[in-house]
């Protein structure tokens, strides 16, 4: 049986290796929406817009194929584990490199969660 250790796996040219036909998340995020309003942790996020109270757009480096890839997302508070996040919203598109997210408390109000996760599977463009 043989082990192979890499610290770094590169493409022939130097740059990121492309993953073909697997299904690892091709984006994800964990942000603080309530004290910091910022990315803590990601892989292709570039950037965190707060939008007002539970409102937020997350952009991607390396855009999506196409705006119809599929989110997980969960939203939480220390003393809450039940929020809701959705991307709908009546005034912005989902697109290949900018989704906006609602968050909402169980009483349907938005709310700002201090532990936002947000993940992307599909194919990048």
Known sequence: MSTLKADTIQNTSGGAVTLTNQSAAKAWSYFDGRTTNSILDSLNYSSLTDHGIGAYTMTVINAMNNATYSH?????????????????????????????????????ANFDSDQISVTLHGDLA
């Open 72 to 108: 997980s997302t969960t939203a939480g508070w220390t003393t809450t584990s039940l929020i809701n996040i959705s991307t709908a919203n009546e005034t912005t598109a989902i697109t290949t490199t900018a989704t906006r997210y609602s968050v909402t408390y169980v009483n349907a």
